[in-house]
T-cell receptor, first 114, second 115 residues
Framework: AQTVTQSQPEMSVQEAETVTLSCTYDTSESDYYLFWYKQPPSRQMILVIRQEAYKQQNATENRFSVNFQKAAKSFSLKISDSQLGDAAMYFCAYRSNTGNQFYFGTGTSLTVIP | EAGVAQSPRYKIIEKRQSVAFWCNPISGHATLYWYQQILGQGPKLLIQFQNNGVVDDSQLPKDRFSAERLKGVDSTLKIQPAKLEDSAVYLC?????????????FGPGTRLTVL
């Protein structure tokens, strides 16, 4: 089975600064999809950004961007101009090409310091 | 647009008791997912429905867990009998159609404590 590893249980960033959350995964597939989800305290999980493995171009959504390194099986999330509302648990997730299974990492808790 | 609804929000039961969770997806969403999120871990996908059919239930412990989506709309997840290790948040999510591009919208979850 595929595994997703988030090696940073906790991270902190000063407001308006930039922070990068790390994610690595293990797979034998060549085509798959990667996601970052945000889970604020006591609130619903929401999708932040997604990346198709066959695309070399890194995905970007406003202040959020990824650094996708397929050969290294690495998928990091960069948050620029951090805001207080970015404080949450962030999960990296993998979905196989067949789409039948999702695998989530253990999450990184991000604190934004005013 | 109303989001994914789940009830109850919290449930405390004794081990060996039964429990059921209910999920009402966003209107028109064909695909429904149930996840188990144990404290300190990421969500684990238990079962996926496309309309009222099961797409995948390979991670569902079928000796004690069951799920149904009879009319292709709302769904129930049941645990019978519950074990201590079933203590977790049970998340329901829905998407417009099956497939990776269809964003999953999550409900608030049901927090289950088994004593």
């Amino acid at each position: 089975a595929q595994t997703v590893t988030q090696s940073q249980p906790e991270m902190s960033v000063q407001e308006a600064e930039t922070v990068t959350l790390s994610c690595t995964y293990d797979t034998s597939e060549s085509d798959y999809y990667l996601f970052w989800y945000k889970q604020p305290p006591s609130r619903q999980m929401i999708l932040v950004i997604r990346q198709e493995a066959y695309k070399q171009q890194n995905a970007t959504e406003n202040r959020f961007s990824v650094n996708f390194q397929k050969a290294a099986k690495s998928f990091s999330l960069k948050i620029s101009d951090s805001q207080l509302g970015d404080a949450a648990m962030y999960f990296c997730a993998y979905r196989s090409n067949t789409g039948n299974q999702f695998y989530f990492g253990t999450g990184t808790s991000l604190t934004v310091i005013p | 647009e109303a989001g994914v609804a789940q009830s109850p929000r919290y449930k405390i039961i004794e081990k060996r008791q039964s429990v059921a969770f209910w999920c009402n997806p966003i209107s028109g969403h064909a695909t429904l997912y149930w996840y188990q999120q144990i404290l300190g871990q990421g969500p684990k996908l238990l079962i996926q429905f496309q309309n009222n059919g099961v797409v995948d239930d390979s991670q569902l412990p079928k000796d004690r867990f069951s799920a149904e989506r009879l009319k292709g709309v709302d769904s129930t997840l049941k645990i019978q009998p519950a074990k201590l290790e079933d203590s977790a948040v049970y998340l329901c999510a829905s998407s417009l159609r099956w497939g990776w591009r269809n964003e999953q919208f999550f409900g608030p979850g049901t927090r289950l404590t088994v004593l």
